[in-house]
């Protein structure tokens, strides 16, 4: 029987899906056990790098806010909790505080994509570290006024984002991409 703390936790995790979507994660990283037959019905691209088998974010089997393959979803998704949701079981979260703070970071996010969109076009939907990847260094854009005018729209946004995710759905130790 689910209880009203469980059905609280999943409305949360629900009202989210920042860890789906790109914006926590680029890839997820697959386990041995885990049955891959389910991820590709759910339209997910394995892929293999050494001995390393993942998929990249954001999740194709996520699609309105639902995980389309839920019950067969792999292990690390099954056994993920973000730091936001830890807090929020622990009441030191109000549910206000938590969809707040979850607000602010899909704004964050879809202010990104949106510039994207004009910078990158087809390339909008891109986890938060392949956007990492394709953003200029300080160095490049000290050295050229055309290409911080070109990013500058992004990169306070994309601060902003990547703060909100480390003080609030981060723990301190790193994060597998």
């Not at 703390?5 to 790109?22: F, K, W, Y």
């Not at 994660?25 to 049955?35: E, N, P």
């Given at each position: 029987m689910i209880n009203d703390?469980?059905?609280?936790?999943?409305?949360?995790?629900?009202?989210?899906?920042?860890?789906?979507?790109?914006t926590?994660?680029?890839?997820?990283?697959?386990?041995?056990?885990?049955?891959l037959g389910p991820l590709k019905s759910g339209l997910i691209q394995i892929e293999l790098k050494g001995t390393k088998t993942f998929f990249?974010?954001?999740?194709?089997?996520?699609?309105?806010?639902?995980?389309?393959?839920?019950?067969?979803?792999?292990?690390?998704?099954?056994?993920?909790?973000?730091?936001?949701?830890?807090k929020y079981e622990a009441q030191v979260v109000t549910w206000e505080d938590a969809q707040e703070k979850i607000r602010r970071a899909r704004k964050l996010r879809e202010e990104i994509s949106a510039t994207l969109r004009r910078l990158t076009p087809g390339r909008d939907d891109m986890?938060?570290?392949?956007?990492?990847?394709?953003?200029?260094?300080?160095?490049?854009?000290?050295?050229?006024?055309?290409?911080?005018?070109?990013?500058?729209?992004?990169?306070?946004?994309?601060s902003a984002l990547l703060d909100c995710l480390q003080s609030h759905f981060k723990s301190r130790k790193s994060l597998p991409e």
């Open positions: 703390q469980e059905t609280a936790q999943q409305s949360l995790c629900l009202s989210c899906g920042l860890c789906c979507d790109g926590i994660f680029g890839r997820v990283q697959l386990k041995a056990d885990d049955i990249r974010q954001p999740c194709s089997a996520y699609r309105e806010s639902c995980c389309q393959i839920y019950e067969d979803r792999p292990t690390n998704c099954r056994d993920y909790r973000c730091e936001l949701l830890k986890s938060i570290s392949a956007v990492l990847k394709i953003v200029p260094s300080p160095e490049e854009l000290r050295r050229d006024q055309t290409l911080l005018k070109k990013w500058g729209s992004t990169l306070l946004p994309l």
